[in-house]
């Protein structure tokens, strides 16, 4: 997490302190860094330089105007997965004709208002799909550019719930219908074929996998360019790994330097969508230790930040670091399960963690960019944190921490008479 380093036993953000974002906003807040944001898109940017490529921010990693702001002044497109993200980048100052339109549940309304605003490319993974869209397209009188996700059946090695290229998967199409769908496509009057895209899976360590998946999508645009069916860019999806841990994924850098080499001589428009590696390690979640508890031989310190501030270690078992924002000297190191105050036995954060821990701490969890804030509830009635972006020494709220009339919002209570 190279913009979150310690100065003097204190954890910046930037050049901002932690604790001084803690002291302005409260806590649980999350904390994102303009410049590691900047850095992780250009890293893909530059290394595609000198070809014609798209690098689309799977926008479900976070969401946040202001993320999506940041990335947009850079030239970045966009990969959704509704309507939702969608009205989020054109908010945000998204070019819409760099967006992907992704996800097996396109509904109706979704795709006209994707048609309206004139995106670069639907990525269709069912028959039935192709269909709605054509369908859809036919009654809006124009026609609607396709992909089709193919599942290229190959296993990605990461955890089965966010293991996506296999033939058990519910994504894409498989390898071996592919053709026909192709062809299928081919003659439809309000589709026009321009893409192929998988997406094999999310936090691959290895590039192995993806070059595996791009020979068998190989094999599949020779089949199809020898019918005369001819596509022009082939989108590789996202998936590529971070370092949570111990893990030494390839740099974007290294990444693409490799898919380049397997597509010698192949000019296909490329398109990535990664979503993880942009902004995982470019954000943190600040919590704070409300009391320490000892039960049997466990310590327990319970943490103000929940399961439904950050859901990623109750759902996947997921592990991100948890530092201190301030160094302590004195004091003695034990191994503590933080948890939350959720009523919940899988509501922690991080289990048995060497820490010097006093109430009142101020913890940072690492790499907390992406999938945090994006999947937070309001489980047990709590608000979701607050966001902030630190650019270099300045502190921008970039999301209020939701109040209980928020919450409350639209229900409403049954007439007394009732
Ligand atoms: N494109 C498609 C079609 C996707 O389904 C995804 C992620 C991405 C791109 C971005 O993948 P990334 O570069 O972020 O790996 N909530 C889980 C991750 C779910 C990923 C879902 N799809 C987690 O917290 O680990």
């Not at 004709?97 to 995106?119: M, N, Y």
């Not at 992406?370 to 902030?388: D, H, I, K, L």
Request: hydrophobic fraction near 40%; glycine fraction near 10%.
């Amino acid at each position: 997490m190279d913009n979150f380093e310690y100065r003097n036993g204190r954890l910046h953000a930037e050049e901002v302190a932690l604790s001084r974002i803690a002291d302005e906003f409260g806590t649980p807040t999350y904390v994102y860094s303009r410049d590691a944001l900047e850095r992780a898109y250009l890293s893909y940017a530059q290394a595609l330089e000198g070809r014609d490529a798209l690098v689309c921010y799977a926008v479900k990693a976070n969401s946040n105007l202001a993320v999506l702001n940041v990335l947009a002044r850079l030239g970045a497109g966009f990969d959704i997965v509704s309507a939702g993200e969608l009205e989020r980048v054109l908010r945000a100052g998204g070019d819409p004709a760099k967006v992907v339109f992704s996800g097996v549940g396109k509904q109706p309304a979704e795709i006209r208002r994707a048609l309206e605003a004139g995106i670069l490319c639907f990525n269709i993974e069912s028959d039935a799909e192709l269909d709605r869209v054509n369908a859809v397209a036919g009654e809006m009188g124009v026609k609607a550019p396709v992909s089709f996700r193919v599942n290229p059946d190959v296993d990605a090695g990461t955890h089965p719930y966010i293991s996506t290229g296999l033939k058990e998967n519910k994504f894409g199409i498989a390898i071996e219908t592919a053709v026909d769908v192709y062809r299928r496509a081919a003659a439809l009057e309000h589709v026009e074929v321009v893409g192929m895209d998988c997406h094999i899976g999310s936090q691959l360590t290895e590039v192995s996998p993806f070059l595996d998946a791009i020979d068998r999508l190989l094999v599949l645009l020779d089949t199809l360019a020898a019918e005369g069916i001819r596509i022009h860019h082939l989108d590789l999806g996202g998936g590529l790994g971070v370092n949570y841990t111990d893990e030494t994924p390839p740099t974007p850098g290294e990444y693409i330097a490799q898919v380049l080499q397997k597509l010698e001589g192949r000019d296909y428009k490329l398109i990535f969508e990664p979503g993880r590696s942009i902004a995982a390690n470019a954000g943190v979640m600040l919590t704070r230790v409300e009391f320490l508890k000892q039960s049997g031989d466990k310590n327990f310190a319970i943490i103000d930040g929940a399961m439904n501030d950050l859901i990623r270690p109750s759902l996947y078992g997921a592990y991100q670091e948890i530092v201190p924002a301030e160094l302590r000297e004195e004091g003695e190191t034990q191994a503590w399960d933080l948890v939350g105050p959720v009523c919940e036995t899988g509501d922690f954060l991080g289990k048995d963690r060497q820490l010097n821990l006093q109430p009142g701490d101020l913890l940072a969890v690492c790499s907390a960019g992406a999938y945090g804030f994006v999947m937070a509830s309001n489980y047990n009635t709590r608000p979701r944190p607050a966001e902030v972006m630190v650019d270099d020494n300045k502190v921008y709220l970039v999301r209020e921490r939701e109040t209980l009339n928020d919450l409350m919002r639209g229900e409403q209570l049954l007439p007394a008479q009732s």
